[in-house]
């Protein structure tokens, strides 16, 4: 669906691997330069240790989130190789760092955005690795709260995780 909205999980091929969030900054200069080359907008993401989550829209006219997703994982990679990561090729040499497939989900309605970007932002403690939203430093969800969007104290209900159960 050209210029329409996307929800996406990509994840990296190992599981129990930091690298997103050791590297957040490579991660972040990956998203920018490829944003700068084939625009697209961010309306929300969260950056955990081995997967991210996030919304874009795209630009009228076009629908290639494949490119751009192929361009993001490619950069970051091969920015880690260049830092010294230890990064090893398999027999095809290539990088297996990334897993080849990731959740796509088209956005079909305001409900449907707000429910993802509700996952989104609730997603470090549903995981585990905080408490409570406000405590994870890789999310949009900062940007809602210094726009006026959302409360700090949003996601304290302990009860708001059992609506949001899709995308891994």
């Given at each position: ?45 969260v950056i955990l240790p081995e997967h991210l989550h996030t919304i874009w829209t795209l ?82 969800f900062h940007r809602y709260v210094k726009d006026g969007l959302l409360d700090v104290n ?15």
């Amino acid at each position: 669906m050209a210029g329409g909205t996307f929800f996406f999980t990509v994840t990296l091929k190992d599981r129990s691997s930091t690298l997103l969030v050791e590297h957040i900054d490579q991660l972040r200069g990956a998203f920018k330069t490829v944003s700068a080359q084939s625009p697209f907008t961010i309306d929300a993401i969260v950056i955990l240790p081995e997967h991210l989550h996030t919304i874009w829209t795209l630009p009228e006219n076009d629908d290639d989130y494949p490119k751009r997703w192929r361009a993001i994982k490619s950069l970051f990679t091969r920015t880690l190789n260049k830092k010294g990561v230890e990064l090893r090729k398999n027999s095809r040499g290539e990088y297996p760092l990334w897993q080849r497939r990731y959740w796509e989900h088209t956005i079909h309605s305001e409900n449907d955005l707000q429910s993802h970007v509700d996952y989104v932002h609730y997603n470090p403690v549903k995981h585990g690795l905080v408490s409570r939203v406000c405590e994870w430093p890789y999310s949009s969800f900062h940007r809602y709260v210094k726009d006026g969007l959302l409360d700090v104290n949003w996601g304290d209900d302990t009860n708001i995780d059992n609506n949001l159960n899709f995308g891994e």
